[in-house]
Antibody
């Protein structure tokens, strides 16, 4: 069973930086590098917001307009790790950040982590 | 990018059928058959229940079904059960040079 475990969330001041990590495990037939990965966030009491995605090889990255230029997604396929570097953090970035794995042959997120909480406040 | 539009709430009695709509544009829902639906219970991670408009992952009840017409996708829950009370989100692939996905605004389903 594939599992995802996020870490790195904490309280940070506006304008600060943070790096989130997502450790993936349980891959059998197809390895971690076979799957595109995503970060999705959910602000308190709000809906889901897709934040960023990365191809299996890491060659292609994608961002929501709300984080473009401030956040950077990356992955380490040799260690089954996904990252999100967050710079110039704003109060409105406060949310639970979850990593999610894409289906292998189409688009959709079939495995999710439980999330890590980022609070941006002075 | 703007979120897809869903009704804020839908309710039904046990055993009834309900339908949740999800309206987007020709650049997302209308342009591709890559619509997925997620169920989220309070404090829990979202669960994929429909992908590619109408396909169910293994283990998901056949009471959940999806469809699409033009720029609007729909999720139907038949034989409503108490355990179906949750938040539901649609999601569409929105390929551009820099963006991949867009979620819907979310719908709270209440079982009366």
């Amino acid at each position: 069973e594939i599992q995802l475990l996020e870490s790195g969330g904490t309280l940070v001041q506006p304008g600060g930086s943070l790096r989130l990590s997502c450790a993936a495990s349980g891959f059998t037939f197809a390895g971690f590098s076979s799957y595109a990965m995503n970060w999705v966030r959910q602000a308190p009491g709000k809906g889901l917001e897709w934040v960023s995605g990365i191809s299996g090889s890491g060659d292609n990255t994608y961002y929501a307009d709300s984080v473009k230029g401030r956040f950077t997604i990356s992955r380490d396929n040799s260690n089954n790790m996904l990252y999100l570097r967050m710079n110039s953090l704003r109060v409105e970035d406060t949310a639970v950040y979850s990593c999610a794995k894409d289906l292998i042959s189409t688009w959709g997120m079939d495995v999710w982590g439980q999330g890590t909480t980022v609070t941006v406040s002075s | 990018q703007s979120a897809l539009t869903q009704p804020a709430s839908v309710s039904g009695s046990p055993g009834q059928s309900i339908t949740i709509s999800c309206t987007g544009s020709s650049s997302d829902i209308g342009g591709y058959d890559y619509v997925s639906w997620y169920q989220q219970h309070p404090g829990k991670a979202p669960k994929l229940i429909i992908y590619d408009v109408k396909n169910r992952p293994s283990g998901v009840s056949n009471r959940f079904s999806g469809s699409k017409s033009g720029n609007t996708a729909s999720l139907t829950i038949s034989g409503l059960q108490a355990e179906d009370e949750a938040d539901y989100y649609c999601n569409a692939w929105k390929r551009s040079s820099t963006t991949l996905y867009v979620f819907g605004t979310g719908t709270k389903v209440t079982v009366l």
